[in-house]
C-alpha cells in the first residue's frame, strides 16, 4: 500500500511540475512579444 502512494506522490509531482513549467513558458512567451 504504501509503494502505492509513494508512487501516486511522485506523479502528482510530475504533473504540478509539468503544469508549472507550461505557466511559465506562457508566461515568458507572452513577455517575449
Given at each position: 500500500?504504501?509503494?502505492?502512494?509513494?508512487?501516486?506522490a511522485?506523479?502528482?509531482?510530475?504533473?504540478?511540475?509539468?503544469?508549472?513549467?507550461?505557466?511559465?513558458?506562457?508566461l515568458?512567451?507572452?513577455?517575449?512579444t
Open positions: 500500500m504504501s509503494t502505492i502512494m509513494q508512487y501516486f511522485w506523479f502528482d509531482l510530475f504533473i504540478l511540475s509539468s503544469i508549472a513549467m507550461l505557466i511559465l513558458l506562457g515568458y512567451s507572452d513577455r517575449a
